[in-house]
């Protein structure tokens, strides 16, 4: 049951005697009936309740990438990153936007996965987000967005920088959206004799410059 979309249920009903611990403020909201909520109770009773589906919904990559998480704010992200969002009854337009998910997230598997700007200030030894941002705009560094979450494909990164052949490869085809460009960048060219342009990037500046030309077709 999906409480938070029902605000004319009383949650005593579901969750009596929440109202009788007055004292710990700390942990009591007041709902839109004027009702004490012990907030963490239903928040962990959510959470338990939801798991089995949660982890039903993931696709396999996107658990992996949770099970692999470092602290807890890395496995929020990555469950939600991993869980699809489609706020449609249509049935046509859901199988779109999931097959779009899907492919979305397949791009970011190949491109060896995806860090969040604070994970990419750190590694790049930035002080601010905000230089992060700016090296997006000033097309040195790939970002992509996927339903407002902002992600930065790992295999552009050498170390604690960044590829210098991405900046060329951005200024190569100023037009052309991101996940187009990651979509070239992961899986290649027929004119590129099968080598993908994420590995290219790491060689000499001939095969750098392959990619870069190649890149330039994207406008066309």
């Known amino acids: 049951m999906r409480l938070e979309r029902s605000p004319s249920l009383k949650w005593a009903q579901f969750y009596p005697g929440v109202d009788n611990g007055l004292n710990r403020n700390d942990r009591l909201v007041r709902s839109a009936n004027s009702r004490f909520i012990d907030a963490d109770r239903v928040l962990h009773d959510r959470i338990v309740a939801s798991t ?29 990153l991993g869980i699809p969002s489609v706020e449609t009854d249509d049935p046509e337009t859901a199988e779109r936007i999931t097959n779009a998910i899907a492919f979305k997230r397949r791009l970011i598997d190949a491109a060896g996965g995806a860090l969040t700007a604070e994970k990419v200030r750190a590694l790049l030894g930035h002080k601010t987000i905000q230089a992060v941002y700016k090296a997006v705009k000033d097309r040195r560094l790939l970002m992509v967005e996927d339903n407002g979450t902002k992600l930065f494909p790992v295999f552009q990164f050498d170390g604690n920088a960044i590829l210098s052949g991405i900046s060329k490869v951005l200024n190569a085809a100023p037009q052309t959206t991101r996940w187009a460009i990651l979509q070239y960048l992961v899986g290649g ?14 060689g000499s500046e001939v095969e750098v410059e392959r990619v870069v030309r190649f890149a330039r077709t994207l406008e066309d």
């Open 189 to 202: 060219d027929e004119g590129l004799d099968g080598m993908r342009p994420i590995e290219l990037l790491k």
């Open 52 to 80: 089995d589906r949660i982890i039903k919904m993931m696709p396999a990559a996107a658990k992996a990438a949770a099970i692999s998480s470092i602290d807890v704010p890395s496995l929020v992200f990555h469950l939600a």
